[in-house]
């Protein structure tokens, strides 16, 4: 029987920091920027929150 794969948990960017950037209301750490340039899923997560602050076209979306 083959042992089960070690578990090795990834630390990824929180959420709350991630929309904390892209609304603009604070500011990512060093470790924070290196990582979502790194990894594929924060950088995507990131991408869709500053696509949905500043809308498709690059302007500042208005809330309703």
């Known amino acids: 029987m083959p042992l089960p794969m070690p578990f090795n948990?990834?630390?990824h960017v929180e959420n709350r920091r991630?929309?904390?950037?892209?609304?603009g209301t604070g500011k990512l750490e060093a470790w924070e920027r290196s990582h979502i340039h790194e990894c594929q899923i924060c950088q995507s997560v990131f991408y869709v929150l500053v696509v949905q602050v500043m809308g498709l076209d690059g302007s500042i979306a208005k809330e309703a």
């Open 18 to 23: 991630l929309v904390e950037a892209a609304y």
């Open 9 to 11: 948990p990834v630390s």
